[in-house]
């Protein structure tokens, strides 16, 4: 695509409202281009239409009208979990019309050097570290993306002093062209997201489009304990900066018996803390602070700033966050693992057999990687969502005679509190009530953000 000013006076088709649809459509308002915004959603449901049109930005709700994509289409900016064959995307492709999502639209109009974090597990907490740890440093970081702000919003502020941290999912990078972080970073690769992007090819592909445009001027950071990373970093040009838990690295950061620590190019090491310092959780958090070590030296932040952050950090809300002890049973909120390896991560990170709370959005797992857990580290399991068969199979094969299915019902909100509820009665005391879904929210709730909420405030009312 072309920078947005240059689309002035063309015709641009806006796809999904939301945060990002709503920031490009009034970027390229601003811009002089004819804004058409559409979302397949009833009116009621898209609250930003009033604001756009006041603007004069034509606003189409409740369906793809035919005639949406026509030659005369310039561009077509799309919310990046629509997906790819729907009928106007389909059109756009066959008429040779550029699709992007608004990450390649705000790459094209930053004047802040762009850091990149994406991954299947990890990336809230690895840029949220990130942007803390150039703060301390006093390097002025934007943090946006996936993340709080729409990040076409905060590139139209940043200047060359600041540094622009952005946490990426595979549907944002899937639609850039020629997007260009100055640091990217690859966290882990798991199965997930099929559902969208039909196999782990084009998932993987996707996000290796984080390096597709790097140079020997930018910097990569891998995840050597991670097989795709590995088998990624030899086809990346920018230079490598690794990090791993597992091995000591000849350059990078690492784990060394019980210090974190970052080994320069002369091959000096220089600790960092030790991993006991923490102030999160799980080993992988140790890889998520590895990676935001990482990402932050080469970012330009100095070793001191950098252990005060990782010191004081405790976490972000809906990852392992803790809630409240009710009685002697402790309930911590893991909302954000919405697939089986990062419920299995967060099982891991406690040294005690616990009762889990599990299932959401179906996306044709089988979730069988979840039986040795199972077996080993869950010692009752409450189901819902309509995953919440599959779960309790896998926990029936198991051996786990503790259990409990929820009916989803009308109303998420009771079937949230049944589960607490019934999560509660079978504990014991110093017992463990772990809400960490292994799958989306879409099933039952518009995101992760609100299961996370409603999941505490069922606790905050227990008795």
Same mark, same amino acid.
């Given at each position: 695509m072309k920078h947005p000013r240059d689309y002035q006076g063309e015709h641009i088709v806006v796809l999904g409202l939301a945060r990002s649809g709503v920031a490009a459509a009034k970027l390229f308002h601003d811009y002089g281009a004819t804004v058409v915004v559409n979302?397949?959603?009833?009116?009621?449901?898209?609250?930003?239409?009033?604001?756009?049109?006041? +603007?004069?930005?034509?606003?189409?709700?409740g369906s793809h009208p035919e005639g949406l994509i026509h030659p005369g289409v310039a561009l077509v900016v799309k919310n990046p979990g629509i997906p790819y064959h729907i009928e106007p995307l389909q059109k756009a492709a066959e008429l040779g019309i550029d699709i992007v999502t608004e990450v390649e639209v705000a790459a094209?109009?930053?004047?802040?050097? !762009?850091? &990149?974090? *994406? &991954?299947?597990?990890?990336?809230?907490?690895? *840029?949220?570290l990130i942007g803390l740890m150039l703060e301390e440093a006093g390097l002025k970081p934007i943090v946006a993306g996936n993340i709080g702000r729409a990040l076409t919003e905060a590139a139209?502020?940043?200047t060359a002093d600041n540094r622009m941290v952005v946490e990426l999912s595979s549907f944002q990078l899937k639609g850039t062209q020629q997007f260009h972080p100055a640091v990217a970073c690859l966290l882990n690769i798991y199965e997930t997201h099929l559902d969208y992007h039909g196999d782990m090819n084009d998932y993987i592909s996707s996000k290796a489009k984080l390096f597709a445009n790097q140079t020997e001027a930018d910097t990569a950071v891998l995840n050597m304990d991670d097989e795709v990373c590995k088998r990624l970093a030899p086809s990346?040009? /920018?230079?490598?900066?690794? @990090?791993?838990?597992?091995?000591?690295?000849?350059?990078?950061?690492?784990?060394?018996?019980?210090?974190?620590?970052?080994?320069?190019?002369?091959?000096?090491?220089?600790?960092?803390?030790?991993?006991?310092?923490?102030? !999160?959780?799980?080993?992988?958090?140790v890889e998520n602070a590895l990676a935001a070590a990482a990402v932050s030296i080469a970012a330009g932040a100095d070793l001191g700033s950098i252990a005060k952050v990782l010191r004081e950090f405790r976490g972000v809300e809906h990852r392992l966050e803790w809630v409240r002890r009710v009685g002697e049973v402790t309930f911590y909120n893991d909302s954000k693992a919405t697939n089986p390896a990062?419920?299995?991560?967060?099982? #891991?990170?406690? #040294?005690?057999?616990?009762?889990? !709370?599990?299932?959401?959005?179906?996306?044709?797992? #089988?979730?069988?990687? +979840?039986?040795? /857990? @199972?077996r080993t580290q869950v010692k009752?399991?409450? *189901?819902?969502?309509?995953?919440? /068969?599959?779960?309790?199979?896998?926990?029936?094969?198991?051996?786990? *005679?503790?259990?409990?299915?929820?009916?989803? &019902?009308?109303?998420?909100?009771?079937?949230?509190?049944?589960?607490?509820?019934?999560?509660?009665?079978?504990?014991?005391?110093?017992? !463990?009530?772990?809400?960490?879904? /292994?799958?989306?929210?879409? #099933?039952?709730?518009?995101?992760?953000?609100?299961?996370?909420?409603m999941f505490k405030e069922s606790v905050h009312k227990l008795k």
């Amino acid at each position: 695509m072309k920078h947005p000013r240059d689309y002035q006076g063309e015709h641009i088709v806006v796809l999904g409202l939301a945060r990002s649809g709503v920031a490009a459509a009034k970027l390229f308002h601003d811009y002089g281009a004819t804004v058409v915004v559409n979302d397949k959603k009833e009116r009621t449901q898209c609250p930003e239409a009033e604001e756009l049109e006041a +603007l004069g930005i034509s606003v189409l709700c409740g369906s793809h009208p035919e005639g949406l994509i026509h030659p005369g289409v310039a561009l077509v900016v799309k919310n990046p979990g629509i997906p790819y064959h729907i009928e106007p995307l389909q059109k756009a492709a066959e008429l040779g019309i550029d699709i992007v999502t608004e990450v390649e639209v705000a790459a094209r109009i930053c004047q802040a050097p !762009i850091i &990149g974090i *994406t &991954g299947s597990n990890g990336k809230t907490t690895t *840029t949220t570290l990130i942007g803390l740890m150039l703060e301390e440093a006093g390097l002025k970081p934007i943090v946006a993306g996936n993340i709080g702000r729409a990040l076409t919003e905060a590139a139209q502020e940043a200047t060359a002093d600041n540094r622009m941290v952005v946490e990426l999912s595979s549907f944002q990078l899937k639609g850039t062209q020629q997007f260009h972080p100055a640091v990217a970073c690859l966290l882990n690769i798991y199965e997930t997201h099929l559902d969208y992007h039909g196999d782990m090819n084009d998932y993987i592909s996707s996000k290796a489009k984080l390096f597709a445009n790097q140079t020997e001027a930018d910097t990569a950071v891998l995840n050597m304990d991670d097989e795709v990373c590995k088998r990624l970093a030899p086809s990346v040009q /920018a230079k490598l900066l690794p @990090f791993s838990r597992t091995q000591e690295l000849s350059y990078g950061c690492f784990q060394q018996d019980a210090t974190l620590v970052y080994r320069d190019r002369d091959g000096i090491a220089h600790p960092i803390l030790d991993a006991a310092e923490l102030g !999160i959780k799980g080993s992988h958090n140790v890889e998520n602070a590895l990676a935001a070590a990482a990402v932050s030296i080469a970012a330009g932040a100095d070793l001191g700033s950098i252990a005060k952050v990782l010191r004081e950090f405790r976490g972000v809300e809906h990852r392992l966050e803790w809630v409240r002890r009710v009685g002697e049973v402790t309930f911590y909120n893991d909302s954000k693992a919405t697939n089986p390896a990062a419920t299995l991560k967060s099982i #891991d990170a406690f #040294d005690r057999k616990l009762i889990l !709370i599990a299932g959401g959005l179906d996306r044709g797992s #089988d979730y069988m990687e +979840l039986l040795p /857990a @199972f077996r080993t580290q869950v010692k009752g399991l409450v *189901t819902l969502g309509e995953t919440r /068969a599959k779960l309790d199979r896998v926990a029936e094969l198991a051996g786990l *005679t503790s259990r409990k299915t929820v009916d989803n &019902g009308e109303h998420a909100e009771d079937a949230v509190a049944e589960a607490v509820a019934a999560a509660y009665a079978m504990a014991g005391p110093g017992d !463990i009530v772990l809400l960490s879904p /292994a799958c989306a929210s879409w #099933d039952m709730f518009a995101s992760y953000e609100i299961r996370g909420r409603m999941f505490k405030e069922s606790v905050h009312k227990l008795k």
